[in-house]
C-alpha cells in the first residue's frame, strides 16, 4: 500500500507538469475558451485544479500525532459526495473562487502554479511518508496519502474537461487507471458490482460530482 501511495505522488507530479505544459502553449482564445463545464472557461479550470498546490503546502503545519479518521481517497471522496456533503452545498462557492482566482490571476502565473509551486511543494512532501496524518476541517484527521490519492483523481478528470475544450492528449493512462480505480471504490460495492454485472437497474453513478 506504501508503494501504491508512493507511486500516487509521482503521478501527481506528471500531472501538474502536463497542466504547466499545455497551458504555457495557450493563446488567448483557449484560455477563453467554454468548457463542458457550464459557466466556466479554461481559465476558470485552471484556476480551481491550481489551488492544489497552496493547500498542500500546508500540509507540514497540520501534521499531527494522532490515528487517521480517514485513510482511503475513496473515502475522503465518499464525505464530500454523499448528501448534503461540501461537493453539494459548496458548489457554488467553489465556482466562484474559481472565477474569482482566474480573474486576478493572469495566465503565466496559473501556469507557475503548478510548474514552481506545485514542484516545489511536493518536494517537500517527499520528506513525509504516505500514512503521515494531518488534520483536516472537515475529515478530522486524514492520511497524506489519501489526500494525495484525491488529488490524482481531480487532476486527471478536470485534464479530460481541459482536453475536451482544447484538444491535446489524454491523461497518462496510470492516471486513467488510477482514478478509474479509486472512483469505483467510492461506490457501494454491491451495487456498483450488480448494476455492472447488469443485475440490477439501480443508478449508481455519477459517485462524485
Known sequence: MGQQR????????ELWAGWAERGAAFDAGQWGRATRLPGWTVRDLYAHVAAAPELFAQVPGAVVDRPAAVD??????????????????????????????????????????????????????????PDTVVGHPLLDTVTLGALIEVAVVEA???????????GGPPPPAAALEATRALLAEVADP??????ATGRSGNAVLPVIR
Not at 508512493?6 to 501527481?12: F, V
Not at 486527471?156 to 482544447?166: C, E, Q
Open 6 to 13: 508512493d507511486g500516487a505522488q509521482r503521478l501527481l507530479a
Open 156 to 166: 486527471t478528470v478536470h485534464l479530460l474537461d481541459l482536453t475536451a475544450a482544447v
Open 190 to 195: 454491491v451495487e456498483f458490482i450488480e448494476a
Open 72 to 129: 482511503r481517497g475513496s473515502a475522503v471522496l465518499r464525505t464530500y459526495n454523499r448528501p448534503g456533503g461540501l461537493a453539494h452545498t459548496a458548489a457554488g462557492a467553489v465556482a466562484d473562487g474559481a472565477r474569482e482566482t482566474a480573474a486576478a490571476l493572469g495566465p503565466q502565473a496559473l501556469v507557475a502554479r503548478f510548474a514552481e509551486d506545485g514542484t516545489r511543494v511536493l518536494a517537500r512532501l517527499a520528506e513525509f511518508p
